[in-house]
């Protein structure tokens, strides 16, 4: 049984072997018929090269022919072969990108013409005479000094033709047009922005300095007032000033010229100017020459100007006025003052115009002190010194308020010029007493009802507000919101005919609307006696200028 198990094993083991010989040996048969097939069919024509651009064989079958022809021909050959496809690619990409500027109708003439000469020169390049005898026919052999001199005409019209299309390429390269342009409009719209911030800022020096010419005008008339001392004494107050049935208009400023065109475009458009009487409040520093302005040039037509300085009201002191008690510390001195904190300031221009040093003036708060300043009177208008009256005034003392105390235009419009704006709402005390949503109102042109100020203690209510705003947690700082707070709920709205507000920073306003205007109001940073000013709107106030004014002339206005 063994034996038998044994030779049957034996005998599967030499079967085995016998299909695996038998199975090589078919392999092999199979790779040699197809070899001998494959080289049949590969040598059985005669190689034919079509050396025009037009003709280039460019299929499989033909790559492979010259590969098996490479084999056994001359290497020189095989060079060349390799040039010529290397000059053929190149004329195929130099006339694919002039089909492309045809196609897009380019305006570049002479770089498209570029492109053809290009394309003509490698294609002559193997038409001259000299290489197509020596190279290009099949009976003679390669000449290697030739097929040198023509392999370096090759590479140098390559060289040329791939500088020429990577010049031009960007003008074919959509995407990268694309990525050019983003970057281009990128890099403009960082020049505009850094422009902008730095024209607000110029903008903005140039309407909080005080221009030479108005220095120089105030030292002028300071200088006449030292000169001649016995022509300008103090005279005794005037009866007018004080009898409550007169117009009576109060004007806060620093700025002599400013001043004298309020007073004298209010005069020149009233009916009765010999019934109005203009309180003119300035600081020490600019009295003399605001006196001796209105003594050189005494106001016409019977109307009445008195001049005094904030000093002389001695009870506006830092034990009464919270603002002056507020500027005495050493806080708010800090705030204003120092520029560090502006270093790190992402919008400084704001922060420079929140710290603009015009509200560290007392006259920037006196209109909060009228009905004290003026115990004997029941009404007066407050003006801005950048306003220009164009019309007679006098019906403002006719409107009736309701018992309320401010008469103020609205200056809100959709979601702008709200409390919100001004207000600090997510101080709990603002947002318990006002809504954020209340429209806003001007200060400018203001009607006052004295006797109901009185009657209310609003002054009282604005040193409430102001002792808390001490930190500046309820607002920044300025005139309007505390102007705001303490007229809330007793502001009358008038006509907005009666004043028009931005010539100082909007350019869009519509001279019909400035022509029904009963006062403008140049509030913004380009004021009329500036050379920033709007052009349009600046003749609107050059005309009320005292031009024959020696002082003006000499201190070189440019109006």
């Not at 010194?385 to 006719?398: G, I, R, Y």
Request: proline share 4%; hydrophobic share 40%.
């Amino acid at each position: 049984m063994a034996v038998v198990a044994r030779a049957g094993r034996g005998g599967g083991g030499s079967s085995a072997l016998r299909s695996f010989f038998s199975y090589r040996i078919f392999a092999s048969a199979m790779f040699t018929l197809l070899f001998f097939a494959t080289a049949s069919v590969l040598f059985s024509s005669h190689p034919v090269l079509l050396y025009d651009h037009a003709e280039i064989q460019t299929t499989g079958r033909a790559s492979m022919h010259r590969t098996f022809l490479a084999l056994k021909s001359d290497p020189l050959k095989t060079r060349l072969e390799l040039i010529h496809k290397q000059a053929s690619d190149h004329i195929m990409l130099v006339n694919a990108y002039a089909s492309y500027a045809r196609k897009l109708k380019l305006e570049i003439s002479k770089q498209l013409k570029t492109f053809d000469d290009m394309a003509q020169n490698l294609s002559d390049l193997s038409m001259k005479p000299m290489y197509r005898a020596a190279l290009f026919d099949s009976n003679v052999p390669v000449d290697e000094e030739i097929l040198r001199q023509f392999e370096k005409e090759v590479k140098d019209k390559i060289k040329v033709a791939r500088l020429m299309i990577a010049e031009n390429k960007e003008s074919y390269d959509n995407q990268q047009k694309i990525q050019k342009l983003k970057d281009t409009i990128f890099a403009v719209n960082e020049l505009l922005v850094k422009a902008k911030k730095n024209g607000a800022f110029a903008s903005l020096i140039a309407a909080k300095s005080t221009p030479k010419s108005l220095h120089c005008l105030a030292m002028r008339l300071m200088g006449e007032r030292i000169a001649n001392p016995k022509s300008y004494t103090d005279e005794k107050p005037r009866p007018e000033f004080e009898v409550p049935s007169l117009y009576h208009y109060a004007l806060f400023s620093d700025n002599v010229i400013a001043v004298s065109v309020v007073v004298n475009s209010t005069v020149n458009n009233t009916v009765e100017p010999w019934k109005h009487v203009f309180h003119v409040v300035t600081n020490k520093m600019n009295l003399a020459a605001m006196k001796v302005w209105f003594k050189l040039k005494p106001v016409g037509r019977g109307a009445f100007v008195e001049v005094k300085a904030v000093e002389e009201f001695t009870f506006l002191n830092s034990s009464y006025v919270p603002i002056l008690r507020q500027l005495e510390s050493a806080n708010l001195q800090k705030l204003y003052l120092d520029d560090k904190s502006d270093n790190d300031n992402e919008n400084e221009n704001e922060t420079k115009d929140e710290k603009n040093t015009k509200h560290l003036s007392m006259l920037d708060h006196l209109m909060f002190y009228l009905p004290e300043m003026y115990p004997k009177l029941h009404k007066i208008l407050f003006l801005d010194d950048d306003v220009v009256v164009q019309k007679d005034l006098t019906a403002l003392w006719k409107v009736d308020l309701g018992g309320k105390v401010n008469g103020a235009v609205e200056t809100c419009f959709g979601s702008f010029h709200r409390y919100s704006h001004y207000l600090n709402f997510s101080h709990p005390l603002i947002r318990d007493k006002f809504n954020p949503k209340a429209c806003a109102y001007a200060f400018g042109m203001n009607i006052f009802d004295l006797d109901a100020w009185r009657r209310e203690r609003l002054t009282d209510q604005y040193h409430y507000w102001q002792d808390l705003n001490e930190d500046q947690s309820l607002w920044k700082s300025g005139r309007q919101p505390p102007g705001l707070m303490t007229f809330y709920s007793t502001t009358k709205s008038l006509d907005e005919t009666w004043h028009v507000l931005g010539l100082g920073y909007n350019p869009s306003i519509s001279m019909d609307e400035i022509k029904k205007a009963a006062v403008i109001h140049y509030n913004g940073n380009m004021k009329p006696w500036l050379d920033i000013a709007m052009n349009q709107f600046k003749k609107l106030w050059t005309r009320y200028v005292d031009n024959e004014m020696e002082f003006v002339q000499m201190c070189n206005f440019g109006l």
